[in-house]
């Protein structure tokens, strides 16, 4: 409970700096220098205190029986379902999807942007959920070659590991080229309909 409540303040602590920067940048008067390192103690104040809170609340809810229960119950299929899957081909197919993940979204992001870019429109969102694709998919190869060099051989044995290598990247070449597809269609889509409207 306490990582969760730390990695959500760590995403929130470049917006708290940000806004202490803006409040206090509004104070002409103020040097730029002195304005800074008053945002920056006023943001480590803020990260401190709320540190404490995180820490205080985290603590009472570990302690809450509904909570443990909740809690029990979310991972306990998981942990059910772990130990089911732990063999080497389980690991080798996890491995090559969550590789697939890694390269399709860096492609995606690096070219395929590129492409749509140069067919004269830019979907924010589209970026948005791709860097979030790519996050979700690198932290996935992450965890599963941890889980897999802890409960099976699938690491030790390096054919195993280029082979799933060479279908991931594959698959995610694939998968980068249906993507881009779709997004420089949806580009001729957009540029229709203003063109219609206009």
């Not at 599963?144 to 802890?150: D, K, L, M, P, Y």
């Amino acid at each position: 409970m306490k990582q969760f409540l730390w990695l959500t303040l760590l995403f929130c602590l470049p917006l708290t700096v940000v806004v202490a920067q803006d409040n206090s940048a509004d104070k002409s008067e103020m040097s730029d220098d002195m304005t800074l390192k008053q945002a920056t103690e006023s943001a480590t104040g803020l990260v401190n205190e709320t540190k404490d809170r995180v820490d205080e609340l985290a603590g009472t809810l570990d302690k809450n029986p509904t909570v443990q229960e909740v809690s029990t119950g979310i991972l306990s299929p998981i942990y059910v379902a772990a130990e089911t899957l732990a063999f080497p081909t389980f690991y080798w197919f996890a491995f090559a999807l969550m590789l697939a993940g890694v390269v399709n979204y860096v492609f995606q992001l690096v070219l395929g942007k590129l492409v749509v870019l140069s067919q004269g429109s830019l979907n924010i969102r589209k970026i948005l959920s791709d860097s979030a694709g790519l996050v979700v998919s690198a932290v996935g190869l992450i965890l599963t070659t941890q889980a897999a060099t802890e409960n099976s051989d699938f690491p030790q044995s390096p054919t195993a590991v280029v082979s799933a290598t060479v279908v991931g990247c594959i698959a995610g070449l694939v998968l980068y080229r249906w993507n881009q597809a779709e997004e420089v269609d949806a580009a001729h889509g957009r540029r229709w309909k203003t063109r219609k409207n206009a």
